[in-house]
Nanobody, 124 residues
Framework: QVQLEESGGGLVQAGGSLRLSCAAS????????LGWFRRAPGKEREFVSA????????YYTNSVKGRFTISRDNAKNTVYLQMSSLKPEDTGVYYC?????????????????WGQGTQVTVSS
């Protein structure tokens, strides 16, 4: 019913930038909050950022504040994650997800649809 498709991952040197995109299909895209999570090698899935349905509110984990920016274009059914000043510890598989109506923004249990993930690798 709902499909999320990420793009924009790749290999970048420390200090560089990448922009991730997540295009969504399905009805009522604009009615849902959206989030980004990542899984670093050997670690659990970690909350990165989220954005409210209108785009008026954004949320970030402390480690990316000031470096990452989440945005959305509801006319294009797309959410973005602009990543700047990348660090090796940002390396991981990044997932976008649609939030349901329960739970906190940083809780993956509060998201009901997930993309396939896109690899981000930051070299030293």
């Amino acid at each position: 019913q709902v499909q999320l498709e990420e793009s924009g991952g790749g290999l970048v040197q420390a200090g560089g930038s990448l922009r991730l995109s997540c295009a969504a299909s399905g009805r009522a895209f604009s009615n849902y909050d959206l989030g980004w999570f990542r899984r670093a090698p050997g670690k659990e899935r970690e909350f990165v950022s989220a954005i409210s349905s209108s785009g008026g509110s954004t949320y970030y984990t402390n480690s990316v504040k000031g470096r990452f920016t989440i945005s959305r274009d509801n006319a294009k059914n797309t959410v973005y994650l602009q990543m700047s000043s990348l660090k090796p510890e940002d390396t991981g598989v990044y997932y976008c997800a649609r939030k349901n109506f329960l739970g906190a923004y940083n809780d993956p249990r509060g998201y009901d649809y997930w993309g396939q993930g896109t690899q981000v690798t930051v070299s030293s």
